[in-house]
């Protein structure tokens, strides 16, 4: 029983370590981002904001923001219109090919990027649309499109549809029935889908490496470019707000998980 | 009134043969989209390989005689195996440890683990170049503990490309490990204890064998996962840690487009039997379902 014991305080320091390990990492940006001196310098000789200051006044930062930030945007849109549409196919009943749609729409998250961006990369020369936020959103859209499927769908899977029949007892027509009962019940899980698909197109290098050329350059693809040809601290306060964006829609996709596990608790 | 009370969900269950083509006009939009913008870009690219500059086996018998090639499909292995191995070393007993705890300390735990899993990986890429780089956080502190007189070079090596690689990894052996863990009936292992068998015992052939379909489909994705890598063996790594993913970005950068398509066939090929693999021991929609029943 001791050993037992033993073993079980020697489980939790290990999970604790390897928590640590997984968060150490990502926080040694923000006191990087705060140092005063113009190189990579730990711990840093003293602290300024200069390059924030850097990050929002540099026009090759601010613009490549813009451009990832609006991309993402009307990806999330894009994404989570077809996936949530499409969830719906999936999900309430028999459809022909079913299997194959699956692959299809399972297989951005199993092909390896590269193999997909070149595909996307060749076909996009030859039609002319590398270097525009264009090629960028139809692609984007495609990798993004996946996660709310699968979201959307685990929602759909549990819901109970006897709540439709309800309403429609209740005369509500299919469009009635869709917006004031069934939308609500999934706001949560299309609203998370939304978000995965913002992050995923918002993060997206490989993809864009290809696509965005010479006069698409996102966010992503200007840290990458950065960080293989010359690095200053600019990129630790780029990093520093993207933890912090990371933090703050994961936690809200969380609070809307939670929401919807609540609203499903309830019934 | 009463009519449309009683025909709504009785007209779906007569009418059963109209009802498949609103679902396909549902699924429609996003598959075209996807058919239009994803695979038939990629299944040209792969076509590419057999039919450029004429209709040839070629470029893919090239990858064979080709040396560079074939040792960087081995080092891609290496790495995708070694990563593989230290993931599941580390990450099944995390899994373990939160799968015997509480709901309420759990959750928050699991959230800690799902963080980095959201977080850019650049930006994790960019902490452990800092982390690891010459006058980077490790190296200062070992210099200050006086434990090393010069810095040590460990990025633009092979142990920075494992290590980040684990890093960034992790949490997809973890969260399937511990999610096939969680169904486990808890009355199982105390049965096997009350009959004598010793906590060792209990756990190689009580939780091991049963956890087993989660832990094997966390390790086959880190596996898949690393065969594609590209981000972060480049800017870790050192020259001699060229993975395909990085050899194919080469090539189209020298616009030697057939040899590069070769290149991803191999590629594309290698992922999908390991997926078929998976789909054979374990169900692969289980799989992607992060090892869920």
């Given at each position: 029983m001791?050993?037992?014991r033993?073993?079980h305080t020697?489980?939790?320091?290990?999970?604790?370590?390897?928590?640590?390990?997984l968060l150490l990492?990502?926080?040694?940006?923000?006191p990087?981002?705060?140092?005063s001196?113009?190189?990579?310098?730990?711990?840093?000789?003293?602290?300024?904001?200069?390059?924030?200051?850097s990050y929002?006044?540099?026009?090759?930062?601010?613009?490549?923001?813009?451009l990832?930030?609006w991309?993402g945007l009307?990806?999330a849109?894009l994404?989570?219109?077809l996936?949530?549409l499409?969830?719906?196919?999936?999900?309430?009943?028999?459809?022909?090919l079913?299997?194959l749609?699956?692959?299809?729409?399972?297989?951005?998250?199993?092909?390896?990027?590269?193999?997909?961006?070149?595909?996307?990369?060749?076909?996009?020369?030859?039609a002319?649309?590398?270097?525009?936020?264009?090629?960028?959103?139809?692609a984007?859209?495609?990798?993004?499109?996946?996660?709310?499927?699968?979201?959307?769908?685990s929602s759909l899977?549990?819901?109970?549809?006897r709540?439709e029949?309800a309403?429609m007892n209740?005369?509500?027509?299919?469009?009635?029935?869709f917006?004031q009962?069934?939308f609500?019940?999934i706001?949560?899980?299309?609203?998370?889908?939304a978000?995965?698909?913002?992050?995923t197109?918002?993060?997206?290098?490989?993809?864009?490496?290809?696509?965005?050329?010479?006069?698409?350059?996102?966010?992503?693809?200007?840290?990458?470019d950065?960080l293989?040809?010359e690095?200053d601290p600019?990129?630790?306060?780029v990093s520093?707000?993207?933890?912090?964006?990371?933090?703050a829609?994961?936690?809200?996709?969380?609070?809307?998980r939670?929401?919807?596990?609540?609203?499903r608790?309830?019934? | 009134?009463?009519e449309?009370?009683l025909a709504t969900?009785?007209?779906?269950?007569r009418?059963?043969?109209?009802?498949?083509?609103?679902?396909a006009?549902?699924?429609g939009?996003l598959?075209?989209w996807?058919?239009?913008?994803?695979?038939?870009?990629?299944v040209?690219m792969l076509?590419?390989?057999?039919?450029?500059?004429h209709?040839?086996?070629?470029?893919?018998?090239?990858?064979g005689?080709d040396?560079?090639?074939?040792?960087v499909?081995?080092i891609?292995?290496?790495?995708?195996?070694?990563v593989?191995i230290?993931?599941?070393?580390?990450?099944?007993p995390?899994?373990?440890?939160?799968?015997?705890?509480?709901?309420?300390?759990a959750?928050?735990?699991l959230?800690?683990?799902?963080?980095?899993f959201?977080t850019?990986?650049?930006?994790?890429t960019?902490?452990w170049?800092?982390?690891l780089?010459?006058?980077g956080?490790?190296?200062?502190?070992?210099?200050?503990?006086?434990?090393?007189?010069?810095p040590?070079?460990?990025l633009?090596t092979?142990?920075?490309?494992?290590?980040?690689?684990t890093?960034?990894?992790?949490p997809?052996?973890?969260?399937?490990?511990y999610?096939v863990?969680?169904?486990?009936?808890h009355?199982l292992?105390r049965?096997?204890?009350?009959?004598?068998?010793t906590?060792?015992?209990v756990?190689?052939?009580?939780?091991l064998?049963?956890?087993m379909?989660?832990?094997?489909?966390?390790?086959?994705?880190?596996?898949?996962?690393?065969l594609?890598?590209f981000?972060?063996?480049?800017?870790?790594?050192?020259?001699?840690?060229?993975?395909?993913?990085?050899?194919?970005?080469?090539?189209v950068?020298?616009?030697n487009?057939?040899?590069?398509?070769?290149?991803?066939?191999?590629?594309?090929?290698?992922?999908?039997?390991?997926?078929?693999?998976?789909h054979r021991?374990?169900?692969?929609?289980?799989?992607l379902?992060?090892?869920?029943?």
């Open positions: 001791r050993q037992a033993i073993v020697l489980l939790r320091v290990w999970l604790g370590l390897v928590i640590l390990f990492p990502i926080l040694v940006v923000v990087l981002s705060l140092s001196a113009s190189y990579l310098r730990f711990p840093p000789p003293g602290w300024s904001l200069r390059w924030y200051v929002f006044t540099r026009e090759a930062w601010t613009s490549a923001t813009w990832s930030l991309v009307i990806v849109v994404a989570t219109v996936g949530t499409a969830a719906f196919g999936l999900t309430r009943g028999r459809l022909p079913r299997g749609i699956s692959a299809l729409i399972v297989s951005p998250l199993v092909i390896p990027a590269i193999v997909a961006a070149i595909g996307i990369y060749f076909a996009f020369s030859r002319g649309i590398t270097g525009s936020a264009v090629g960028l959103i139809l984007h859209t495609c990798l993004a499109a996946p996660f709310v499927v699968a979201v959307v769908s899977v549990v819901f109970d549809r709540l029949f309403a209740l005369g509500a027509g299919p469009w009635a029935t917006w009962v069934t609500p019940l706001r949560p899980a299309v609203l998370a889908g978000f995965f698909a913002f992050i197109s918002f993060d997206e290098l490989i993809v864009a490496l290809f696509v965005s050329g010479s006069t698409a350059i996102t966010l992503p693809r200007r840290m990458w950065e293989r040809f690095i600019t990129i630790a306060a520093t707000l993207l933890v912090a964006l990371t933090l829609l994961f936690l809200a996709s969380e609070a809307l939670r929401r919807g596990e609540w609203l608790a309830e019934r | 009134m009463s449309a009370v969900p009785l007209r779906s269950a009418a059963p043969g109209r009802d498949w083509l609103l679902r006009a549902l699924v939009p598959v075209a996807m058919i239009a913008f994803y695979a038939l870009p990629v040209a076509l590419r390989s057999v039919a450029e500059p209709w040839t086996l070629d470029n893919l018998l090239r990858l005689t040396g560079v090639a074939m040792h499909f081995l891609t292995f290496r790495t995708a195996a070694i593989t230290a993931t599941a070393v580390i990450g099944y995390v899994a373990f440890a939160l799968a015997q705890m509480s709901r309420a300390w959750n928050p735990l959230l800690l683990i799902l963080l980095p959201w850019s990986v650049l930006v994790r960019y902490a170049m800092v982390l780089g010459r006058s956080v490790l190296n200062e502190l070992l210099r200050w503990l006086g434990l090393i007189d010069q040590m070079r460990i633009n092979s142990l920075a490309v494992y290590v980040a690689m890093h960034i990894l992790l997809y052996m973890i969260l399937p490990t999610s863990l969680l169904e486990i009936d009355t292992p049965a096997a204890a009350g009959l004598g068998a906590p060792f015992g756990l190689r052939q009580v939780w064998p049963l956890s379909p989660g832990a094997a489909a966390g390790a086959m994705l880190v596996f898949v996962l690393s594609g890598f981000i972060t063996p480049a800017l870790v790594g050192g020259p001699r840690d060229m993975m395909v993913a990085l050899l194919i970005q080469q090539q950068d020298l616009v487009w057939p040899f590069a398509s070769a290149l991803s066939a191999a590629l594309l090929l290698v992922t999908l039997l390991v997926l078929a693999m998976v021991l374990l169900g692969l929609e289980r799989v379902r992060g090892g869920r029943r």
